[in-house]
């Protein structure tokens, strides 16, 4: 039997997936990573391994932290110093010789999303928030890039907040008042001195306020129809959350028609389904 094989590479785990040409997944495997550049290497082709049992892979799909450049397949993911300027397109081309594609992972998850859900709209918006914010955007099925192939950062949009510590304020970027030091898994410990599962239910609402204002924004500038939301995060707010900020969102957007936004279905797996999409159906410009 061939089969298609989805990796999800993250700062500190790895996920492998096999699957049928339908995309359904047949086997899979997760393992934390080594956090060096060699043994995490093999550790991923032995997940390979185990996953395809020797049966021919027609094509290999993987998501990434980034910066990468996703023609060349060369990745630097920021989380993962030991890998740097890696040509991991070839690396695993020729280990495997099928097809290798990688991206970054917020864009690899729309993918899945898209892919999954058999998504029709013209115009997706998938936005992942966890340790940070970030997101990805189809129109009509091909991921938009920006200026030079640059990825769209959309955590990195400054909004009318409300913050009752201010002062704790701080992205990693370097740039004042992003959206993400106000609502990712980093900016809520530094706002609120706790991870964002022990938050009270009026932090909470600070929290889903601020994220519907970039919600708002992102409405009014890329005209989603559809806008859906996973990582750690959100998962962890719940459905609740999320309709929350895209009250605060519906509240504030006066001359667009406000997007469907809803949470991923697919849970932690998006960018794994995205994997095994783009191992299947390859990648775009």
Known sequence: MSLFVGLDIGGTKFMVASADQNGNIIERTRADNTF???????????MITDV????????????????????????SPLHQPTWNNIPLKHIMEDQWKCPFFVDVDTNVAVLGEYYSSKITASKLLYITLSTGMGGGFLIDGKVYRGLNGTHPEIGHQSIPYHCVNPDAIQCECGAKDCLEALISGNGIRRIYGKPAEELSSAEWEEVAYNFGQGLRNLAAILTPDIIRIGGGIAIGGGETFVQNAASVMRENLKIVPPPEVSLSHLGYDTALYGAIGIAIHGLND
Not at 36 to 46: E, F, I, P, T, V
Not at 52 to 58: M, N, P, R, V
């Open 52 to 75: 395809s049992h020797g049966e021919e892979i027609l094509g290999i799909g993987a998501a990434i932290g980034g910066p990468l450049v996703w023609e060349q397949g060369i990745v």
């Open 36 to 46: 060096n550049l060699k043994s995490d290497l093999a550790l991923l082709n032995q």
